[in-house]
Every structure is written in C-alpha cells, then in structure tokens.
Nanobody, 125 residues
Framework: QVHLVESGGGLVQTGDSLRLSCAAS????????MAWFRQVPGLEREFVAG????????YYLDSVKGRFTISRDNAEDTVYLQMNSLKPEDTANYYC??????????????????WGQGAQVIVSA
C-alpha cells in the first residue's frame, strides 16, 4: 500500500509563489512516474505536470510552462511542484499521483493508481 501526502497549499496573491510537496510512504516510488493534477469543484481533474521514473523527463500543461517546475528527491521519496507567478486561474485543489508500477509518465488520470488527499491553492486577484 502506498500513501501520498501533499502539503504546502495556501492562499496567496497574484504573482506569488508556492511549493507543494508530496511525500510517499509504504513503498519507494523512486522509479515510478509521478504527476500533479488539479481540480476545480464541478470540473474534471486536469493534468498539470508529470515526471517519469528512470529518465526524470518532465511534462507540463501548456498554461503552466515556464511558471511551474516538477522535481523529485528520490532519497526522500518526495515530489515537488514549484509554482511561480501564480494566477487566479491556478486556483484549485492540487493532487499528486503515482503510477506505482510504471516509470512511464502519463497525462491520463486513469493511469495512476495512488492519489494524495489534495492541497488547496487559492490565488487572489
């Protein structure tokens, strides 16, 4: 069993930065693909950023490219999402997820088998 716990959300102003963390426990995920998704209530979950297992290749939603950075610390089994130049449209609940048995990154939430509980990010205008 894998547990993912997000932290680092909060209320910020436009242009501010936040760093979300996702700590894994139960099994090492250092070779697994990881991703961040976000969801606004009433809307579908949206891929934000992903990182593959062995290669560490990263992928981003077009609207966050150049502002958000996904990274991982394999020694700590933790994945981060550094979010800079935040905008009101970034307001959402952010979830980390893992493809625990695959190192191949994906943007499809159905490909991920473990999810965190979510971290709320609110960006005021």
């Amino acid at each position: 069993q894998v547990h993912l716990v997000e932290s680092g959300g909060g209320l910020v102003q436009t242009g501010d930065s936040l760093r979300l963390s996702c700590a894994a426990s139960g099994r090492t995920l250092r070779n697994s693909a990881m991703a961040w998704f976000r969801q606004v209530p009433g809307l579908e979950r949206e891929f934000v950023a992903g990182i593959s297992g062995f290669s560490g290749n990263t992928y981003y939603l077009d609207s966050v490219k150049g502002r958000f950075t996904i990274s991982r610390d394999n020694a700590e089994d933790t994945v981060y999402l550094q979010m800079n130049s935040l905008k009101p449209e970034d307001t959402a609940n952010y979830y980390c997820a893992t493809r625990s048995l695959s190192d191949i990154a994906s943007q499809n939430p159905d490909d991920f088998d473990y999810w965190g509980q979510g971290a709320q990010v609110i960006v005021s205008a």
